[in-house]
């Protein structure tokens, strides 16, 4: 069964892979790829892809290498996504994403100038960032944590980094950097989340349509008003596209 974070990454690369033009193999970076434990189902599922994958903890990056060096056309760079990636060409990727990272990115004009450095023209920006840890913190240390980051952000370290993050902060850097927004959309409603973790080891077809229900319905989700969308939808994702 894949999981509804699964479906979503399969979903926007989806919509990448159908705008990349003439047979030639659509490019993804991943900024922030953690242990890239869902790299091999999406490179099954879009044979043709190239991915490139950014971490810059250790532990994570050797892992992601491990899940990826039986993967064609996929490799993982060990570094923060402040700085150039090496071997990479700017302006040569079809999509460029991130995956529950800038709530933990601690300068984040830096961190989304760079991902759009790499994005082509024509191409797509695709930022998913998660709100659980501020608006639900699961102990004192995140809630903590969350505090700092929002008031106090030069206090704490790159690696304990947490904060809230608001969709209008990401489309005015966006703005910034050139790249024009185009939507906004929310996702993994907690008590989806929890059906989802329930039939892990399952071969149910419930979790696929818990998803396909999430990108028929976020026309109406978008009408909620922010604090309970949020809360009802604690995953938000920001959409661009490089003019
Ligand atoms: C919660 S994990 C998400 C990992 C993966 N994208 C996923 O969804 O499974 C957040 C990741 O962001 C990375 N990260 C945090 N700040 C970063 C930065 N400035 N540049 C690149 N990666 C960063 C962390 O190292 C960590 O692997």
Not at 26 to 51: H, I, Q, W
Not at 73 to 82: D, E, G, P, S, T
Not at 96 to 108: I, T
Request: glycine share 6%; with cysteine; proline share 5%.
């Amino acid at each position: 069964m894949k999981s509804l974070k699964e479906l979503f990454i399969e979903h926007v690369v989806g919509e990448a892979v159908g705008r990349a033009a003439g047979g030639r193999a659509p490019r993804v970076m991943d900024l922030g790829c953690g242990t890239a434990s869902y790299v091999p189902a999406l490179m099954k599922r879009f044979p043709n892809l190239e991915y490139v994958g950014v971490e810059p903890i250790a532990s994570s990056y050797e892992a992601a290498e491990k899940n990826t060096k039986d993967v064609p056309n996929a490799k993982v760079h060990f570094q923060l996504a402040y700085d150039s990636v090496p071997q990479e060409k700017e302006g040569s990727f079809d999509l460029v994403f991130s995956l529950s990272v800038l709530e933990h990115v601690k300068n984040l004009p830096a961190f989304i100038d760079l991902s759009v450095r790499y994005v082509k023209q024509g191409g797509i920006l695709m930022h998913r960032y998660d709100l659980g840890h501020a608006l639900s913190p699961h102990s004192f240390k995140e809630r903590l944590h969350v505090w700092f980051g929002n008031n106090f952000p030069q206090v704490l370290p790159e690696r304990q980094f947490v904060r809230y993050v608001d969709s209008e902060e990401v489309e005015r850097l966006y703005r910034d950097s050139g790249v024009t927004p185009t939507k906004v959309t929310y996702h993994q409603m907690r008590s989806h989340k929890e059906f989802e973790k329930y039939c892990k080891d399952s071969e149910t077809t419930a979790v696929n349509e818990l998803f396909a229900w999430e990108v028929n319905h976020q026309a109406e989700i978008s009408n909620i008003p922010r604090a309970q969308r949020e809360n009802l939808f604690p995953a938000v994702a920001v959409y661009g596209r490089r003019d």
